[in-house]
């Protein structure tokens, strides 16, 4: 079974990288998205989050390849969520989301 749901998501690189996989290029890229709130004592805390996009767009991989979307760029993604349920040979079910980028938009730096 395999459901697509879309996504938009905006975060800063942590690493990208482009690679052939059985003849087809795919492209990776990490994004961090970090959250800040404070406890119940009024103290500052942080938790960052790290998500991994496949890309399959030859655009995207070609940004890769050209080293524009590097560590440290601050990007936004769109594309699918794509819901992958299978069962293996021994008949055990496994289940995937993977997030598969259609496109990237630059942004500018957020303040501190």
């Not at 404070?38 to 070609?62: L, M, Q, S, V, Y």
Request: one cysteine or more; charged letters at 35%; hydrophobic letters at 30%.
């Amino acid at each position: 079974m395999h459901t697509n749901m879309d996504f938009t998501g905006k975060g800063f690189i942590g690493s990208s990288e482009a690679k052939t996989v059985n003849g087809t290029k795919i492209g990776t890229i990490r994004i961090a998205k970090t959250d800040s709130w404070k406890d119940k004592d009024g103290e500052k805390k942080e938790r960052t989050h790290w998500f991994t996009i496949t890309c399959f767009n030859p655009a995207i991989i070609e940004m890769i390849e050209k080293g524009w979307l590097a560590k440290g760029r601050y990007i936004e993604v769109q594309g699918d969520l794509r819901d992958n349920r299978w069962t293996d040979k021994d008949g055990d079910e496994h289940f995937d989301v993977q997030l598969v980028a259609d496109k990237v938009n630059f942004l500018e730096r957020k303040p501190s």
